[in-house]
C-alpha cells in the first residue's frame, strides 16, 4: 500500500486498479533506449509481471540513452543486465528474460499469455513482425520510435473499425530510405519521453481505459517542445486488416 499510495489515490484507478495491474502481465520487446524508461515505469506502477525480450549485449554507446543499464555490465546481456536492475528497483514484480532476437516463427510464442506489447525495437523488420503478430493474434501494441530530437507514438488496438500499423506504413521502407539513429544520432531524454509514454498507454490500457491513439498518431518535436496528433484511417486494402 506504501509502495503504490500514489496510484491508488488517483482518479479511476484505486485499490482495484492496482490489483489489475499486479495480475498483468507485459511483454516489452527490445530493452534499449525506448525499453529502458517503459520497463522501469511498468515495474514502478506494479505490473506483476513483465517480460523483456532483447538479443543484444550491452555496449557503451548504448548509454547515452538506455538508462535501464549501467557500465558494470558493459559486454553482458542487455536482458541480464535489465533483471538485475527491476529486482533491486521492485522485487515484487516477476521478471521474464528472453534472450533472443525476434522473428516470425517465435514472435506469436513471445506474445502469447502477454496483456499488452511494447514494441521498443528501432529497425523496420522487427517492428511488422511484431505488429502483424499482435493484429493476428488479438493483442492491444504500444509502439514508439525516436531519431534526432523528434519522436513518433501510436497504439494498434485489434478491431473491424480501427487502423492497423499498415494502413498507415503498408510495408517494410527499401533500406537506407529512412534514416536510422546509429547514422543520425538520438537524444537519449526525447527517447526517454516516447518510452515514458509508452508506459502510460499500456497501463491506460490495463486498467481498462481510453485512448485516442488507436487512431491517431502521436509526433513529438523535442527543439520545438510540440506535440501533434497526426489522424490515421483504416485502409479498406490493407493486405491485413482490410481483408
Not at 493476428?136 to 530530437?149: H, I, P
Not at 513518433?152 to 534514416?179: D, K
Amino acid at each position: 500500500m506504501l509502495r503504490y499510495e500514489r496510484n491508488i489515490r488517483l482518479e479511476g484507478f484505486g485499490e482495484n486498479g492496482q490489483q489489475k495491474l499486479m495480475n498483468s502481465t507485459a511483454v516489452v520487446i527490445g530493452a534499449g533506449g525506448l525499453g529502458s524508461p517503459a520497463i522501469y515505469y511498468l515495474a514502478a506502477s506494479g505490473v506483476g509481471t513483465i517480460k523483456i525480450v532483447d538479443g543484444d549485449k550491452l555496449e557503451v554507446s548504448n548509454l547515452n540513452r538506455q538508462i535501464l543499464h549501467n557500465t558494470d555490465f558493459l559486454g553482458k546481456d542487455k536482458t541480464v543486465s535489465a533483471n538485475n536492475t527491476i529486482k533491486k528497483f521492485n522485487p515484487d514484480c516477476k521478471v521474464i528474460t528472453k534472450n533472443i532476437r525476434i522473428n516470425a516463427l517465435n514472435i506469436s510464442e513471445i506474445i502469447a499469455d502477454t496483456d499488452v506489447v511494447l514494441d521498443c525495437t528501432d529497425n523496420f523488420k522487427s517492428r511488422f513482425i511484431i505488429a502483424d503478430a499482435c493484429w493476428e493474434n488479438n493483442k492491444f501494441l504500444c509502439y514508439a520510435s525516436a531519431q534526432g530530437y523528434n519522436g513518433q507514438l501510436l497504439v494498434q488496438s485489434p478491431s473491424p473499425t480501427n487502423p492497423c500499423y499498415r494502413c498507415l506504413i503498408p510495408e517494410i521502407p527499401p533500406q537506407g530510405a529512412i534514416p536510422h539513429p546509429a547514422t543520425t544520432g538520438v537524444l537519449g531524454s526525447v527517447v526517454g519521453t516516447m518510452g515514458s509514454m509508452q508506459a502510460t498507454e499500456a497501463i491506460k490500457y490495463l486498467l481498462g481505459m481510453t485512448t485516442s491513439l488507436d487512431r491517431e498518431m502521436l509526433a513529438y518535436d523535442g527543439l520545438r517542445t510540440n506535440f501533434t496528433k497526426i489522424k490515421r484511417e483504416k485502409n479498406k486494402n490493407c493486405k491485413l486488416c482490410g481483408i
